[in-house]
């Protein structure tokens, strides 16, 4: 299975500081995804990275993907009570649709 | 565009009734995804179509599940009979195939009593 397994399963930081989690995959892939879930949410999109691409940036997330470890990093920078959600990475190989991984629930206490 | 459409939002139910649960997808897109959502289990990929043909339907855990898209701006996903273990949030998403992002509804919370 290509599925992404994300980690930590649950992360609590103060607002201001840095979030990191992790994702890591098993087959190769075309494209690994970065979604949010709010609470009581669907899932909402935040970032595609390629199989060719090393790093991407967008406002205050920066995601990177490591194809030889197959495993993808996502940064949230100076976070905010706002970014208090579950983030699931995406995995997509070849002409099957997205594999998604069972998150990390990130608390931003203000 | 008002996004996904999910409807019932909430559906609470007895064991043994039929539940169908309702999705409009975003207006031109081509594929559509039904997902299940429970704690243990995570988020899991039960049917998906492409230009309203099931393209996989791997993920339906029995054979009380079903769906159908009859056209491109409508789809239904049928447990019948239902049991306590369906109980999960139910999602719907819409993309255009080629572009890889897929547009979430708002879930239907699923009780089975």
């Known amino acids: 299975s290509q599925q992404g397994e994300e980690d930590p399963q649950a992360l609590s930081i103060q607002e201001g500081e840095n979030a990191t989690m992790n994702c890591s995959y098993k087959t190769s892939i075309n494209n690994l995804q970065w979604y949010r879930q709010n609470s009581g949410r669907g899932l909402v999109h935040l970032i595609l990275?390629?199989?060719?691409?090393r790093e991407k940036h967008s406002g205050r997330l920066r995601v990177t993907l490591d194809t030889s470890k197959k495993s993808s990093s996502l940064l949230i920078t100076a976070s905010r009570a706002a970014d208090t959600a579950s983030y699931f990475c995406?995995?997509?190989?070849?002409?099957?649709?997205?594999?998604f991984g069972k998150g990390t629930r990130l608390s931003v206490i203000a | 565009d008002a996004g996904v459409i999910q409807s019932p939002r909430h559906e609470v139910t007895e064991m043994g009734q039929e539940v169908t649960l309702r999705c409009k997808p975003i207006?031109?897109?081509?594929?559509l995804f039904w997902y299940r959502q429970t704690m243990m289990r995570g988020l899991e990929l039960l049917i998906y179509?492409?230009?309203?043909?099931?393209?996989?339907d791997s993920g339906m855990p029995e054979d009380r599940f079903s769906a159908k898209m009859p056209n491109a701006s409508f789809s239904t996903l049928k447990i019948q009979p239902s049991e306590p273990r369906d109980s999960a949030v139910y999602f719907c998403a819409s993309s255009l195939w080629e572009s890889n992002e897929q547009f979430f509804g708002p879930g239907t919370r699923l009780t089975v009593l």
């Open positions: 207006s031109g897109h081509n594929s």
């Open positions: 995406a995995t997509e190989g070849g002409n099957t649709p997205l594999v």
């Open positions: 179509f492409n230009n309203n043909v099931p393209i996989d």
């Open positions: 990275i390629r199989s060719n691409e």
